[in-house]
């Protein structure tokens, strides 16, 4: 069954420093994996998703994902922090009969 | 404008009352879905449909039911047999097929039993 594991409930980087957030995958079959962005109290948005076409894969805000087959790693970052990138982030897999599973989600902090 | 719709923002619910929460989609999606979030513990599906007049339990499915009707709408019903409904509540609609399972969320309903 296909997984996903987020390393770290919480990271707190400074305004220009590198975002990385972790996700590791579990998948028995090439995976479709994505990212997704939420703001207090509100839904989910694609930030971007992997579908096998190219292994560093480039969203929205300036965030990208490489994926990496030997580590079973989709980790994303961005090379400058932003205050308006302080969200939860959410690393996904698509699973059987098409659902998607989602991690356990990451609180991503700035600070100034 | 496409896109997902969730109503009511807030919803208060007595102990022992059953309330509906509505999901509309105008993105010809097959697939909706809902999920409940509580913090700490990520996003977790309650109940899915692919096809309308069908859909499956999820992870979480006891105390609460839904109905696919129209291919547009899939509402979710907390039931008095759910203990703790207190929590965020997301719907979601995708199309089906490997790798096109991008998902595209309302804006949620937060839901609190007083």
């Known amino acids: 069954a296909q997984s996903v594991t987020q390393l770290g409930s919480h990271v707190s980087v400074s305004e220009g420093a590198l975002v990385l957030l972790r996700c590791n995958y579990s998948?028995?079959?090439?995976?479709?994996l994505f990212w997704y962005v939420q703001y207090p109290n509100q839904g989910l948005q694609l930030l971007l998703k992997y579908t096998s076409a190219a292994t560093l894969v480039k969203g929205i805000n300036g965030f990208e994902a490489e994926f990496k087959k030997s580590e079973t790693s989709f980790h994303l970052t961005k090379p400058s922090a932003h205050m308006s990138d302080a969200a939860e982030y959410f690393c996904a897999v698509e699973g059987s009969a098409s659902k998607i599973i989602f991690g356990s989600g990451t609180r991503l902090s700035i600070r100034p | 404008d496409g896109g997902i719709t969730q109503s009511p923002k807030y919803l208060f619910r007595k102990e022992g009352q059953n309330v509906t929460l509505s999901c509309e989609q105008n993105?010809?999606?097959?697939?909706m879905y809902w999920y409940r979030q509580d913090p700490g513990q990520g996003l977790r599906l309650i109940y899915y449909s692919q096809i309308v007049n069908d859909f499956q339990k999820g992870d979480i499915a006891e105390g609460y039911s839904v109905s696919r009707e129209k291919k547009e709408s899939f509402p979710l019903t907390v039931t008095s047999a759910q203990k703790n409904p207190t929590a965020f509540y997301l719907c979601?609609?995708?199309?089906?097929?490997?790798?096109?399972?991008?998902?595209?969320f309302g804006q949620g309903t937060r839901l609190t039993v007083v």
């Open positions: 979601a609609s995708s199309h089906l097929g490997q790798g096109n399972t991008e998902a595209f």
């Open positions: 998948s028995s079959v090439p995976p479709y």
């Open positions: 993105l010809n999606h097959d697939a």
